[in-house]
């Protein structure tokens, strides 16, 4: 094996990979935790909910998902390897019950129709190439008048020092977050701006 093939990859948050990206994820526990103190509380709890967090990275609102909606079931998506690995190792204790976790891409999502409660996109959507694909098969997979919550802590494309990466990435503006929910079919949609530029962004699939 080539020396340069032994490196290890760099960190890089539009897809983790190896011991780097696992490193970066459990990072992102923690330095995730005040988008979701801010955004959680907003979004519509009760028990017995079917919920899918869409780029699960490393587990953490998976976490704080069980214990806030008792007796509900949880699924994980995330296109990154490592990502499904960190993610079902921190929630082995509900792994296969209330919790199911698997490699999967949002333009695609691996679920029948009209399924989930509530779905989450926490610090993802920037990595989205497909963005209209991810948001219209969300909107497939809710049930009426189910909620989708986009919890971004970037939200100023001209006012951001995030550095460049290896892959697709793009810095969305309120409105347009707002625009793209509504071209896709959803109503109720609105913004809630928290400290800095963490902004919770929602919208609701229309009762039938």
């Not at 899918?52 to 079931?73: Q, W, Y």
Request: hydrophobic share 35%; aromatic share 8%; with cysteine.
């Amino acid at each position: 094996m080539k020396s340069e093939d032994r490196k290890e990859k760099p960190e890089n948050p539009a897809r983790p990979e190896g011991s780097a990206g696992e490193r970066m994820l459990e990072r992102m526990n923690t330095s995730h935790e005040p988008i979701r103190s801010f955004a959680f509380p907003l979004l519509p709890w009760r028990p017995k909910m079917r919920i899918l967090d869409v780029g699960c990275g490393g587990g953490a609102a998976i976490a704080e998902m069980l214990e806030r909606s008792s007796g509900s079931i949880i699924d994980g998506i995330d296109y990154s390897e490592v990502s499904v690995r960190k993610s079902s190792l921190l929630n082995r204790k509900y792994l296969g019950t209330r919790c199911f976790i698997r490699q999967a891409d949002a333009a695609a999502l691996p679920f029948q129709s009209d399924l989930f409660d509530l779905v989450t996109a926490v610090e993802t959507i920037y990595f989205w190439p497909e963005v209209q694909k991810g948001l219209q098969e969300i909107f497939r997979v809710l049930k009426p008048g189910g909620t989708f919550a986009i919890l971004n802590e970037g939200s100023d494309p001209d006012n951001n020092d995030w550095p460049k990466i290896d892959g697709f990435m793009r810095i969305y503006r309120p409105e347009e977050l707002e625009n793209l929910l509504r071209d896709c079919g959803f109503c109720s949609v609105r913004t809630a701006r928290g400290p800095k530029q963490i902004i919770c962004v929602t919208g609701e699939k229309p009762q039938q």
